[in-house]
């Protein structure tokens, strides 16, 4: 088994604490084998029964609308065309139009599609996966996957995709827990498990089917042929709309030390220690039509 980000050869055993998860030693990805029909109800079951959309969406603005200010600033032409990969219940589709842009969504999740599709037309959410929308070469300036890469069936497929449908010079945009941060967690929260209990505090940390360090991402990108590849910390999503915190203001406060101790850290690393609790990846589609590294697995 070869590892999706760098290539490297896999061992079947695991090197991660978590049963299930195999680990690539040389670029950090973290992953588990599951099927497809598993992985799709798995992704069904959260986001019709546990995901309390209009709650995360409101705590997403502000980061929406830094995104969208560097993706304008990029794109300066009239007829803008923006595509949100797993676009939820529409939320950043409706921002992105206000602001300009001509938009489409894919979406799996039959109840979100329906409540996009009533935010931005009908014409302009395609239900299912990426490859199933059958968009033409070279049709967007810009491509956003929001916290969705890591629950992905394939995300090399996805992001080759991507790179096919995309305008050359057009900017990808990609948001995703951080497995650093998620680690650390795991590794602060296990031996105060019974006390977090007693104190009504929700595990913590979130490990999905794909687990993306810093690097792994950056890899991935690179082998499917983008560059001026940035890694950076995510701004944090404001509040606690997933409510794993008992005290009503505990979560602001822990997300503010977090996301500035991990900026101070990166600053003083000059960018190597990429350790906040989200990744947000900026890349560009070179110029050029095709890349040495390209489609290689």
Not at 157 to 181: A, H, S
Not at 213 to 223: A, C, D, P, T
Request: charged content about 25%; aromatic content about 12%; some cysteine.
């Amino acid at each position: 088994m070869n590892c999706l980000c760098c290539g490297s050869s896999i061992n079947e055993n695991p090197g991660f604490p978590i049963e299930g998860y195999l680990e690539c030693t040389s670029c950090g990805l973290v992953f588990r084998n599951s099927s497809k029909a598993q992985n799709i109800k798995n992704i069904e079951k959260h986001y019709q029964d546990t995901d309390p959309h209009k709650r995360v969406a409101k705590s997403k603005i502000h980061f929406f609308r830094n995104a969208l200010y560097y993706l304008s600033c990029a794109e300066k032409t009239r007829d803008r065309k923006l595509l949100d990969v797993g676009c939820g219940y529409g939320y950043f589709l409706k921002m992105a139009e206000h602001d300009g842009w001509k938009v489409r969504g894919v979406e799996l999740v039959r109840d979100a599609v329906i409540a996009s599709r009533k935010k931005v037309g009908e014409e302009k959410v395609v239900q299912g996966f990426l490859k199933d929308a059958s968009f033409s070469d070279n049709f967007f300036d810009a491509i956003t996957l929001w916290d969705v890469i890591a629950i992905m069936e394939n995300p090399m497929d996805d992001i080759n995709e991507c790179y096919r449908i995309m305008e050359p010079g057009g900017k990808i945009g990609i948001r995703t827990r951080n497995l650093l941060f998620e680690k650390l967690l795991y590794g602060l929260f296990t031996p105060l498990k019974h006390l977090a209990t007693k104190l009504q505090i929700k595990i913590p940390y979130v490990f999905n089917r794909y687990c993306f360090s810093g690097k792994s991402v950056e890899l991935l990108l690179s082998r499917v042929g983008f560059v001026n590849i940035q890694v950076k910390n995510s701004p944090l999503t404001s509040g606690d709309p997933y409510g794993n915190m008992k005290v009503r203001f505990a979560a602001s406060i822990t997300k503010g030390l977090a996301y500035n101790i991990s900026r101070f850290i990166s600053w003083v690393s000059n960018g190597k220690w990429i350790i906040g609790p989200s990744l947000l990846i900026w890349a560009e589609k070179q110029q050029i039509n095709q890349s040495p590294w390209r489609n290689r697995s």
